[in-house]
């Protein structure tokens, strides 16, 4: 296939993929309260209201906690997995990994109805932190991704070289392998981050409406009619989504992170 055709193709699909996002951008300036599109007027009023209304303003700060601790927790339970698949090439060890891709590879309503039954059994259903423990499990797969590649990439004549001058296990993990894969950390942060910021299942089941995140938020306004408030939370979530894997192309191996191969590893 020529140049010409494939940019088309490509063209095509990304105005498929943009113009939803652009009817909603259109909405959420609408002048009026109506989700209309093309908007009456222009107004940035509902982004102020995310702000200034004390129950939209909550519903932030709750998506923003939750997702900054569950992704936090998620590195945890991912780091010392794919440190252990990594110091250890046994078969063996391939069946941690799995267990870690688990919760992600289900489907999000089976994964929260099982987040459900536990947290119940347990009495411990509604309260806030359960939905801190459940998103970073949930998502643990994202940082235990981009660490497995992490460990892959290290080079392995580097530990060998400190391991012959002396290093203990503890010294080569603290000046060897944490610097290398300190950007592949930052980039499992983000990603299990910008997921549980826009996550709705699994919040919903195990809290319900006894912590509001934004996604609940708007799940509960639909129910008093629709404004245009709702359309700027959607674009706040696409531009901090935007805007934290544009750091990470920036100053990360964005494609490499994604599962590219480099040429060094072929």
């Known amino acids: ?63 923003l906690g939750v997702a900054a601790l569950s992704s936090i927790l998620a590195v945890l339970i ?15 060890a391939r069946i941690v990994q799995v267990l870690g891709l688990a919760p992600f590879i289900l489907p999000p309503v089976i994964t929260a109805l099982g987040f459900l039954a536990f947290w119940s059994e347990l009495g411990l259903y509604g309260q806030p932190w359960t939905v801190v423990v459940s998103h970073g499990i949930f998502f643990v797969t994202l940082p235990l991704v981009t660490l497995t590649l992490g460990f892959d ?8 070289a400190a391991t012959t001058m002396g290093a203990d ?3 080569v993990l603290r000046t060897i392998v944490f610097p290398l894969i300190r950007p ?6 983000a990603f299990a981050f910008v997921l549980s910021l826009n996550e709705y299942i ?30 700027a939370v959607t674009v706040l979530f696409v531009a901090v989504a935007a805007l934290v894997f544009g750091l ?19």
């Not at 209201?49 to 129950?55: K, N």
């Not at 990439?153 to 060998?160: N, Q, R």
């Not at 006894?210 to 708007?218: A, C, G, V």
């Open 1 to 63: 296939m020529s140049a010409w055709p494939t940019r088309l193709v490509f063209a095509l699909f990304g105005l498929v993929l943009a113009a939803p996002l652009a009817v909603v951008a259109g909405v959420s300036v609408n002048e009026k309260k109506s989700l209309t599109f093309p908007p009456e007027g222009f107004s940035l009023g509902w982004f102020g209201q995310i702000f200034t209304d004390g129950e939209w303003f909550h519903a932030l700060l709750a998506s």
């Open 78 to 92: 991912a780091l010392p997995i794919a440190w252990f698949l990594w110091r250890w090439h046994a078969p063996f």
């Open 153 to 160: 990439a290290i080079d392995p004549t580097l530990v060998e």
């Open 169 to 171: 296990d503890r010294a």
């Open 184 to 189: 592949y950390i930052v980039s499992g942060l």
């Open 202 to 231: 699994v919040a919903y089941m195990v809290v319900g409406f006894t912590l509001e995140t934004l996604p609940i938020k708007i799940f509960n306004a639909l129910r008093y009619g629709y404004t245009p408030t709702m359309a």
């Open 248 to 266: 990470i192309a920036r100053f990360g191996d964005l494609p490499r992170l994604l599962g590219a191969w480099s040429h060094r590893d072929e």
